[in-house]
C-alpha cells in the first residue's frame, strides 16, 4: 500500500512562491511516477506537473510551465512542487498522486490512470 501526505500550503501574495512537499510511503514507490494535479472550487480537478520514476522527464501544464518546478529525491521519498510567481488562478487544492506501472508514463497527464492520492492542501494566492 502507498499513502501520500502533502504539505506547504498556505496563504500568500500575487508574485509569491510556495514549496509543495509530498511524503511517500510504500515499498515500491520508487518505481511510481508522480504527479500533482490541482482542484479550485466548482471546476474538475486539473493535471499541474508530472514526473517520472527516476526523474529523467517531466511534464506541466500551459498554465504553470516557466514558473513551477517538479522534482522528487527517492532516497528522502519525497515529491516536492516549487511554485513561484503565483497568481490568484493558481488558488486551489493541490493533490499528490502516484501512477503505477499499470500505464505508461505518457498517460501521466490524465488523472484517472493514478493509483493512489494523497489528501490535498490548500494554496490560496491573493491579488
Known amino acids: 500500500q502507498v499513502q501520500l501526505v502533502e504539505s506547504g500550503g498556505g496563504l500568500v501574495q500575487a508574485g509569491s512562491s510556495l514549496r509543495l512537499a509530498c511524503v511517500i510511503s510504500?515499498?515500491?514507490?520508487?518505481?511510481?511516477?508522480m504527479g500533482w494535479f490541482r482542484q479550485a472550487p466548482g471546476k474538475e480537478r486539473e493535471f499541474v506537473s508530472a514526473?517520472?520514476?527516476?526523474?529523467?522527464?517531466?511534464y506541466y501544464s500551459d498554465s504553470v510551465k516557466g514558473r513551477f518546478t517538479i522534482s522528487r529525491d527517492n532516497v528522502k521519498k519525497t515529491v516536492t512542487l516549487q511554485m513561484n510567481s503565483l497568481k490568484p488562478e493558481d488558488t486551489a487544492v493541490y493533490y499528490c498522486?502516484?501512477?503505477?506501472?499499470?500505464?505508461?508514463?505518457?498517460?501521466?497527464?490524465?488523472?484517472?490512470?493514478?493509483?493512489?492520492w494523497g489528501q490535498g492542501t490548500q494554496v490560496t494566492v491573493s491579488s
Open positions: 498522486a502516484a501512477l503505477s506501472g499499470g500505464a505508461p508514463f505518457t498517460a501521466a497527464r490524465q488523472s484517472q490512470h493514478y493509483d493512489y
Open positions: 510504500g515499498r515500491t514507490w520508487t518505481t511510481y511516477a
Open positions: 514526473i517520472s520514476w527516476n526523474g529523467d522527464t517531466s
